[in-house]
């Protein structure tokens, strides 16, 4: 099955500019934030995972036309859908028409500041001693994967470094299909310039630092 992600736009020449916001005010409007309180309180349910989320939002057919909560708001349509939560003339009546399934976990308001204080840890006992050292010089998997994936279309069949070693971590691309979080050896990879942009590259002596899973690289 062919799988496009729409949000993998780094490296790519835009046609509108970028303009910045001003720091601490995130919401343009009242359902923007409604959107963000919801799709948090359904992730804490335990019925998808954050990867999911990303893998909703970035294969939305109209991902180029929506605002950022936009996004948000069609992911979480797209998932509630893909489980049988709600219905389309649910969706459609903007209200409930049938009494709602039971939830495995609910978020209450009270402890809402306490779970997002602890996070979610994404680190794991490794399986396996890791495949690389600092210093070693790799290269970033070529091929296009048909599934979601954290490595950027710009930095794949590249040269680069091991800057850092930093454990092992839930892996996204299994853990946004639901294939439990097969937890794979995640580095800090640093790539030169012009081993991204080749002759477009400004020769300032910049370089790149991407965090990169073991299964996304190979001895260079």
């Known amino acids: 099955m062919s799988y496009h992600s729409r949000a993998d736009l780094g490296g790519r020449p835009l046609e ?13 409007g009242r359902w923007e934030e409604r959107t963000h309180a919801i ?7 335990g019925l998808w995972n954050i990867d999911m989320t990303r893998a909703a939002r970035e294969t939305l057919p109209d991902y180029d036309d929506l605002s950022y909560y936009a996004k948000w708001l069609a992911g979480l349509e797209k998932l509630l859908r893909q489980l049988e939560l709600v219905g389309a003339d649910e969706l459609a009546a903007g209200r409930a028409l049938r009494p709602g399934p039971r939830l495995p976990r609910v978020l209450a308001a009270a ?7 602890r996070g979610a840890p994404t680190e794991r006992p490794p399986a396996a ?8 010089a790799v290269r970033t998997r070529a091929e296009p994967v048909p599934h979601h994936t954290r490595l950027p279309d710009y930095a794949r069949g590249r040269r680069g470094r091991i800057e850092r070693v930093l454990g092992a971590h839930v892996f996204a691309d299994a853990h946004a299909h639901g294939q439990g979080e097969q937890p794979q050896w995640l580095y800090t990879v640093v790539l030169a310039e012009d081993e991204l942009w080749g002759a ?10 991407i965090d990169a899973w073991e299964p996304y690289l190979e001895p260079a």
């Open 39 to 45: 799709t948090l309180a359904m992730g804490a349910t």
């Open 111 to 117: 402890d809402v500041a306490a779970v997002l204080a």
């Open 129 to 136: 001693p890791a495949r690389f050292a600092v210093g070693q």
């Open 200 to 209: 477009r590259a400004e020769r300032q002596g910049l370089s790149v630092a």
């Open 16 to 28: 509108s500019p970028v303009t910045p916001e001003p720091e601490g005010d995130p919401f343009h």
